[in-house]
T-cell receptor, first 113, second 117 residues
């Protein structure tokens, strides 16, 4: 059974810092990996999706990498801003078709002005 | 991008009542809908998977008679929490798979915060 672990569980940084969020998964046979942002009491915002054949994806100040063989992904946030404060979720999908995403517990990020 | 509309966003109900949550795919056909539940500071946990026109498949530990899922059309799936109790208070969110979507991205509703008094 796939298990997704995110470290750290919580992180507090001053504004402007670069930071890295970590995600690991136990079964490396994945179809894709996705990073989401969740604000308190809200739904999910998809940030980046990496297919299993890809090594990284970039969007603005965000960069996500994938090392499928070692079961790891990182989300790099450059020049953090208070508006980045949220919970970041990592999720993997085993296959296409009728297979769901399996989520980690998330990293709660606070960026202090 | 594809939009999944989920309603209501928040509901407060008395213990023993039933609550229906709707998820509609607005501009695409959703062949598969996944229903998740999230308790405070916990991850999203899959409850069930439903395919249009078929009975839902429930995850272990999820009571099918308590959480009724209907996926009667390619644009609408509903989750009904029957005889809700305080322990059912949680954040419920749906995720839709688009028919024929080659890149196989899943689209999420905005979630429903259920509070049972």
């Amino acid at each position: 059974k796939q298990e997704v672990t995110q470290i750290p569980a919580a992180l507090s940084v001053p504004e402007g810092e670069n930071l890295v969020l970590n995600c690991s998964f136990t079964d490396s046979a994945i179809y894709n990996l996705q990073w989401f942002r969740q604000d308190p009491g809200k739904g999910l915002t998809s940030l980046l999706l990496i297919q299993s054949s890809q090594r990284e994806q970039t969007s603005g100040r965000l960069n996500a990498s994938l090392d499928k063989s070692s079961g790891r992904s990182t989300l790099y946030i450059a020049a953090s801003q208070p508006g980045d404060s949220a919970t970041y979720l990592c999720a993997v999908r085993r296959d296409s078709g009728n297979t769901p995403l399996v989520f980690g517990k998330g990293t709660r990020l606070s960026v202090i002005a | 991008g594809a939009v999944v509309s989920q309603h209501p966003s928040r509901v407060i109900c008395k213990s023993g009542t039933s609550v229906k949550i709707e998820c509609r795919s607005l501009d695409f056909q959703a062949t598969t809908m996944f229903w998740y539940r999230q308790f405070p500071k916990q991850s999203l946990m899959l409850m069930a998977t439903s395919n249009e026109g078929s009975k839902a498949t429930y995850e272990q530990g999820v009571e099918k008679d308590k959480f009724l899922i209907n996926h009667a059309s390619l644009t609408l799936s509903t989750l009904t929490v029957t005889s809700a109790h305080p322990e059912d208070s949680s954040f419920y969110i749906c995720s839709a798979r688009e028919a024929g979507n080659s890149n196989e991205k899943l689209f999420f509703g905005s979630g429903t915060q259920l509070s049972v008094l």
